[in-house]
């Protein structure tokens, strides 16, 4: 088993919709879950940043974490085109564990 | 604030031969990590550094090395290159060695 499991997508949503993405991880000991954006032929940009269980919100963007289900998510409102990019969850052991990132995309 | 740079942006190879790829952090920054970025297997981490010694390492041979500079820049070095080693390489800086790591652009190295 991965450690981080991530569905690849890809997943089309009309502007303005409501996304959610999310991951599975197998490690309970793992503390520290990030949300990374990447554009194509771009590094990837750091998201969102939490700490354990619960809800973190930044502006359209919120990610929530669920230790109990070992379940992480991120949910994009009002989404627009330019939210569309791979979005890779990851998290932290010795170093950081990605997923294989969820291929989004807009459409106006 | 610059970003972390990496140069070359892309580079092409033939087998068997080496590479040397760059990275400069975020001014500030002490930790630099690398990572390989391909379509099959994600991203995964190559191996990081902090002030000028290797604190981890991943799961790759040992054919990929690298070093990091007293003014924290690293560079990482690929040897006998094979064709499964095109891919994208990523370098990050973080300012301990923490969790928020922020990425550079990458190099594309591309093996023939």
């Known amino acids: 088993q991965k450690e981080v499991e991530q569905d690849p997508g890809p997943l089309s949503v009309p502007e303005g919709a409501i996304v959610s993405l999310n991951c599975t991880y197998s490690?309970?000991?793992?503390?520290?879950f990030m949300w990374y954006r990447q554009y194509s032929r771009k590094g990837p940009e750091l998201l969102m940043y939490?700490?354990?269980?619960g809800n973190k919100e930044d502006g359209r963007f919120t990610a929530q974490v669920d230790k109990s289900s070992k379940y992480i998510s991120l949910f994009i409102r009002d989404s627009q085109p330019s939210d569309s990019a791979t979005y890779l969850c990851?998290?932290?052991?010795?170093?950081?564990?990605f997923g294989k990132g969820t291929t989004l995309s807009v459409s106006s | 604030k610059a970003g972390v740079t990496q140069t070359p942006r892309y580079l092409i190879k033939t087998r068997g031969q080496q590479v040397t790829l760059s990275c400069s952090p975020i001014?500030?920054?002490?930790?630099v990590s690398w990572y390989q970025q391909t379509p099959g297997q994600g991203l995964q981490f190559l191996f990081e550094?902090?002030?000028?010694?290797?604190?981890n390492k991943g799961n790759f041979p040992g054919r990929f090395s690298g070093r990091q500079f007293s003014n924290s820049r690293s560079e990482m070095n690929v040897s006998t290159l094979e064709l499964g080693d095109s891919a994208l390489y990523l370098c990050?800086?973080?300012?301990?060695?923490?969790?928020?790591?922020?990425f550079g652009p990458g190099t594309r190295l591309t093996v023939l």
């Open positions: 490690n309970s000991a793992f503390q520290y």
């Open positions: 550094y902090f002030s000028e010694t290797q604190r």
């Open positions: 001014s500030g920054h002490r930790s």
């Open positions: 939490t700490y354990s269980s």
């Open positions: 990851a998290t932290s052991g010795t170093a950081l564990i």
């Open positions: 990050a800086s973080s300012k301990g060695g923490g969790n928020e790591q922020f």
